[in-house]
């Protein structure tokens, strides 16, 4: 019974201990709870809960409200270009704040994400990749001898590729390219791998900026579009940022304005 009467006479002591201010600056009270929220803040960002770091806090504070008292005692804050940074600074901790509630009221349902998924997989369509391979050289009449010897089979395409391939990357692999969409490539040298069947060469070599191309589309495939889980992180991300476009746009609407 003892042991349980000193126990309650220190948890009477505790708790105004708690509700005590950490620190008072000119009379100006720093209170603990403010001191918690700081720290609350901090470790939510990633800081560990340490001594160190609490007292780091306690100075930051003290430090902050001398300075505080001292622009306030110069007529700064009176200063009409801070007092409009100071109500721009509210406002934008206010809207932060407005659309974190909005997303911890509305969360992103696993049936909403499912449903987008489809939608995205849908309007993606089938989109094809083509494994490519390519010899690069400085003038058209090289490109066209290279061209020649590859229709009379008088050389290889890796032969051609490594002793006269312009694209030392390429040239090291034969001249091949590996699997791309077509899309990823210069317009011109696109255009030719997707009016080139799989297995042949293009009709003719093609320039673009970087020389002329000697071009044979080895092969061609669907691109898989990846599946659901693979993805979640990225699509919940989206849906969250228009669920908040959405939400503007509803508030805007039903705002008066004149």
Known sequence: MKRLTLLLAAVTLSAPLYAQNI???NGQA??????DQFIELLVAQGAPDTPQLREQVKEEMINRVIMVQAAEKAGINKNSAIETELELARQGILVRALMADYLEKNPVTEAVLAAEYEKLKKEQGEVMEFSVRHILVEEEAAA???QKKLKDKTATFEALATAQSKDPGSAAQGGNL???KAENYVEPFAKAV??????QMAAAPVQTQFGWHVIEVIDERPVAFPPLAQVKEQLEEMVRQQALVDYQKKLRDQAKIQ
């Open 144 to 146: 066209k001898d290279i």
């Open 178 to 180: 590996g699997w791309a």
């Open 194 to 199: 997707q009016s080139t069947p799989k297995g």
């Open 30 to 35: 720093i209170t603990q709870k403010n001191y």
């Open 23 to 25: 620190a008072t600056v």
